[in-house]
């Protein structure tokens, strides 16, 4: 008998109306907020009342939500009223963006919600970047209400008998994350929700004693799956923190794990190395993490020394290694793939790293220096199948072979919104040598290899980037950063990341025009595509190179080769005209008062460098917004009496410019403060 996700909801709502399905915990100060099944159903239904009032069902509706409950509400309310929920980040405040014009251009979205405190800023967004006259109709929603003028008939519908959901209704897009260029929206059912929550629990079996603790955004697949839909089905409550209140500081998740006895959280690989770094140890004798079953590790490439360093700081606190649990996803799988037997040892091979490049796996002794570690992510259990594919013959390849990785079954999404030849090439895929397989399968763009029935991630055929746990598509830096100085020539520009000692690095290669390139300035043009890609993105390229005209590696179709430019920047054979020089190689200009000697200290442990200049750019240092989250959290506890958001250092990008902004911060407490001591004093 074939259910929904609305389905589950209502069921919750009637058989368990006061247990909580959600919390959300706002800071370390505030009390959570909660919402029960009953409030859930009852205030999503508020939502979708209004929807239906506004649209017919199938629209598409944009949520523009920071965390919080609000968004919950807005999602399940988009899912009631039969809507496709779009779910996106909030514009941020002064940083110039089309990307909710282009995602609405692409779903033909007309409709909008965020909270109150946001629309504001979403409003100026839209009509700041709307070209082409589109038009939108902007609604607000609080975590506290969910409407601020909701009839009387919305309030009647109670806990009213669920409206059948068709299981093959879109239920939601889920986009790409590239600022510029076109994007795509992953088409998700309702089916294949279901699909895939059966998938996850037949690899680790779940149920309504399990206790999601999670920070990842839920406008990202993995934060939106495991945070929002999968506890819901199962009825399971699923504690939900702001991302940027774990980065800022980690053990808030391991003490909310700790509290509310979780026992199904994960994240990207990044996080567990941001635990061991950032965690203090007078901070681990108050953790118990003995509840924890799932560890999950997704979203990016898993690496061994992580878990190996995370089991180990954290095994006097009841963590266990087998608790681990190294998987694989996408998007367009609606989120995972496959996954490991639950409570085993995750399995690392140790493969030569020439074989690799070939295409072979050849194993090596555990700590060979000549070889590279890969992380075992499971199986596919059925009715799903993952196939190791030659991606040029269609053909499955021999064991022990490299190729790409192929899958098939329920949870793989019909296709990209709008996009139907890029969907046939991407999601109906035949195997060339199995004329009996009449499945369909997704090709990935990623390559892998199995061993003893277990899959192991090799590396991306696609070019897509990923770096601390986010994804970027390399056109969109690549746009940005011909837009940035008139000297590079447009589509002649290649992105892509690099490994260095285990993390990856962000580099752009960009070819110069011939008119120019004699008498330009090529480290102008160097601080222009790293400020403008900085300023889009939030990071910033580690290594920028430019290359005289006509030498950019290019296929006979005039396609940018980036796997072929990445090669030959490694073998350093590419036609060098200038490149960025390591920071920390530069003369750096002293910091001139004890404030900017703090700031200057906190940057070069922040981002791993050597002294930093007080006139050098945050960006251009190789700063992005987690490490600015990073910085904020320092400087806060330098200098207790100020509070300094992230976004500040997009304004005051130089050591120079914020201790700036902190000294006037810092007076301006201070003649706060004053008035109240005076009266103290007089009191007394």
Known sequence: MSFTIVDRLHQHATSHPDGTAFRFLADAERAPQTLTYAQLWREAAEVAHLLSGLAAPGSRV??????????????????????????LYPPRRNVKSDRIIKVA?????????????????????????????????????DASHAMPAVDARAQQAGLAPCRSTDPAAVAFLQYTSGSTGTPKGVIVTHANIVANAQLLTSMAPTGPDDVFVNWVPAFHDLGLVMGVLVPVLLGAPSVLMAPASFVRDPVLWLRAISAYRGTRCG?????????????ADADLAALDLSSWRVAYNAAEPVRADTLARFSARFAACGFRPQTFFPSY?????????SGPAVDALPRVLNVERQALAEMRVCPLAQHDPAGTELVGCGAAPAPHAVRIVDPN???????GQVGEIWFSGPSVSPGYWGLDALSRATFGNALADQPDDTRRYLRTGDLGVQSEGELFIVGRMKDLIILRGRNYYPQDIELAAARAHPAVRAGHVAAFAVDDGGRERLVVVAELERTQFRSVDTQQVIGAIRQQVGRLFGLAPERVVLLRPYKMPMTSSGKIQRRQTRAMLVDDTLDTLAQSAPQQDAPVRAPATATEAALAAIWSAVLGRGPVGTDQNFFELGGDSLAAVEIAAQVERAFPDVALDPAHMHDYPTVETLARWLTLALAHAAIKAAPSSTMKTIAL
Not at 125 to 131: F, I, V
Request: aromatic share 8%.
């Open 267 to 279: 994240a990207p690989n990044f996080a567990y190395d941001l635990c061991v770094d950032q965690i």
């Open 393 to 399: 013959s269609a053909r499955t390849v021999a064991p």
């Open 329 to 337: 996803g996408m998007a367009e799988a609606t989120l995972a793939i």
């Open 105 to 141: 251009e692409s779903c033909q979205a007309r409709i909008a919600l965020t909270t109150v405190s946001e629309l504001a800023t979403v409003q100026a967004a839209w009509d700041e970047q709307n070209g082409n006259g589109l038009a939108l109709t902007l609604h607000a929603i």
């Open 62 to 87: 944009m949520l523009l939500f920071p965390p919080g409950l609000a968004y919950i509400k807005a999602f399940y309310g988009c899912l009631l009223a039969g809507m496709v929920a779009v779910p």
